[in-house]
């Protein structure tokens, strides 16, 4: 079946402006996470989604960032007033809802390349 | 919140050498520990994982060991080639509060396997 999609691939935008990064997990996927990933580096968790539950905004590093999720499907990424440093991959994931005695695979999407200059 | 630690963070081998990368976790009900592999320019790829209930998975080349009394696990890849070259990383689960189920990556790990 269909995977993680996100959208646009790529975006480069200029400094000070407001961008939206989209994300259409996978169907029946219940938890959805965003994560920014620097050239060379590790994950860092944005934001984590998981069914009605308010959302874990535990990991935007600052209020121009911010994510919601329409209809527990799509998710969009908005960052407000861009900044260099903002430049990185953002890398969506989705994966069946947790249970407090489990947890499921996480499948990530191909990422959208932020340049802002 | 789970803490989640990974080490080495850049490791090189011989190709047929086996490689051994360690992750260690805070939260001791943490019950599912996946390993992804992380090729230049892709998405991160699950591996292989293990639940709390068994010690040890394997996957052809691939294994994990999870040793829950002293909160770690390990993946190993034996016969390593060079298409193992990657950056792996550990991951495990809050385990309760409201972001259960939320996973908690490690710092990642750059497997270099030379010809």
């Known amino acids: 079946g269909a995977g993680v999609s996100q959208s646009p691939s790529n975006k480069v935008t200029e400094k000070g402006k407001d961008v939206e990064l989209r994300c259409d997990p996978i169907s029946g996927h219940t938890a959805l996470y965003w994560y920014r990933q620097s050239l060379g580096q590790g994950l860092e968790f944005l934001i984590y989604f998981q069914g009605n539950s308010a959302p874990d905004k535990s990991g935007l590093p600052s209020d121009r960032f911010s994510a919601e999720r329409t209809g527990g499907s799509v998710s969009t990424l908005t960052i407000q007033r861009t900044q260099q440093e903002d430049s990185a991959v953002y890398l969506c994931a989705s994966s069946l809802r947790a249970r407090a005695d489990s947890s499921y695979e996480q499948y990530f999407g191909p990422g959208t390349r932020l340049t802002v200059t | 919140g789970e803490n989640v630690e990974q080490h080495p963070s850049t490791l090189s081998v011989q190709e047929g050498d086996s490689a051994v990368i360690k992750c260690t976790y805070s939260d001791s009900a943490s019950n599912y520990f996946p390993w992804y592999k992380q090729e230049l320019g892709k998405r991160p790829q699950l591996i292989i994982d293990?639940?709390?209930?068994?010690g040890e998975k394997k996957d052809q080349r691939i294994a994990v060991t999870l040793n829950k009394t002293a909160k770690h696990f390990s993946l190993h890849i034996t016969e390593t080639q060079p298409e193992d070259s990657a950056v792996y990383f550990c991951a495990a689960p809050m385990a309760g509060g409201t972001s259960y189920g939320k996973l908690t990556f490690g710092q990642g790990t750059i497997l270099t396997v030379h010809p």
């Open positions: 293990i639940r709390s209930n068994v």
